[in-house]
């Protein structure tokens, strides 16, 4: 599984960016499954920042292995860790039998 997104207008200088990926199991109560470690993101890893114009994209990379056939969610979760804002996004997804 592979998540790709948009990161837009991150302070600017010195960003200090943390996303934090988390898997939940909801084939009944939203249940934590998993998480990644967070991934760190500085001004050396980001474009330069514009005016109201910073933009960056971000990915991750999961294996399904571990997963058991079911329906799930991802968090995703960047944290500004200079001015604490948050930015928080959800994504429902299925594993099936037989696609691992």
Known sequence: LTVVFQVCNYGAPDSDLAANYTFYRVDG???LFNRTDSQLFSDADLPPAGAWESQAFASQTVPLQ???PGRYELEVE???RLTRA??????????ASGLR
Not at 86 to 95: Q, R, S
Request: glycine share 6%.
């Open 29 to 31: 109560p939203r249940v």
């Open 66 to 68: 571990p997963f058991p």
């Open 78 to 80: 960047v944290r500004d």
């Open 86 to 95: 948050v930015a928080k996004g959800t994504v429902a997804f299925t594993v």
